[in-house]
């Protein structure tokens, strides 16, 4: 999962990059707020954590600007602002969860996984598609209820399958979401993976659909 992060504050940006990425997400970071608007409006990300205080253009415009221009990603918004109507208007604006600083990472974490599992139509902490079980809070992953070792960049993919479950994900959409803008990574890279994965999981359960890209067999999550 590709989450940006929006916040001013390098070392608090530091820490969440390093608690993100070390959970299994590729994180990125920006820390002023026009670039910020214009990365969220035009690049593909799974979530955006906002923090409101931002040089440049402050989060709730930002989140607003996203909204009317339809931009439908997930924000979990940060603040130092602690009143309660600072997050009704956080909410009313667009953001799907509002957390108040200062936080613990871990805290962090649940509710961003929280909102991804809303986004892809689950509630349970752990979640299916066909016989392939994810608990992101451990980071582990069963088949047909057998526990199976994967290498961080193997459960990511398994993980944006399974998000995207019920679509085809092309090759470059998969280079962007499990490996950010690093440029050492090419489609080559994605085929391997998705082979290493497939004899993790056995037959069938990944699909080629040619000229579209790769699906997890099930259908719909659920």
């Known amino acids: 999962m590709r989450i940006l992060i929006v916040e001013d504050d390098e070392r608090l940006a530091r820490n969440l990059m390093e608690a993100l990425q070390a959970a299994g997400f590729v994180a990125e970071h920006e820390r002023e707020g026009k670039a910020a ?3 969220g409006e035009v690049e593909d990300y799974d979530a955006i954590i ?7 253009l402050d989060g709730l ?41 200062p936080f613990q990472m871990e805290e962090v974490l649940a509710r961003l996984r929280a909102i991804l599992r809303r986004t892809a139509g ?3 902490p752990v979640w299916a598609v066909g016989d392939i079980e994810i608990d ?19 459960y990511r993919l ?18 962007d979401h499990l490996y950010g803008d690093d440029s050492a990574y090419t489609t080559n890279s994605i085929e391997v993976l998705v082979g290493r ?26």
């Open 158 to 175: 398994v993980c944006y399958l399974a998000h995207k479950a019920g679509r085809p994900v092309s090759q470059s959409e998969l280079l």
């Open 197 to 222: 994965v497939r004899r993790k999981l056995g037959a069938g359960r990944i699909e080629t659909r040619r000229g579209y890209g790769y699906a997890l067999a099930g259908g719909g999550a659920g």
């Open 50 to 56: 906002l923090d409101l205080g931002l040089p440049g």
């Open 61 to 101: 415009t930002i989140l607003r600007r996203w909204r009317e221009a339809g931009v439908k990603v997930p924000v979990l918004v940060l603040t130092a602002r602690g009143d309660w109507t600072d997050r009704v208007t956080g909410i009313e604006a667009g953001a799907d969860d509002y957390l108040p600083k």
């Open 37 to 39: 608007w214009f990365r």
């Open 122 to 124: 689950q509630a349970a």
């Open 136 to 154: 992101a809070g451990r980071q582990q992953i069963k088949v047909a209820g057998n526990l199976i070792d994967f290498t961080p960049h193997e």
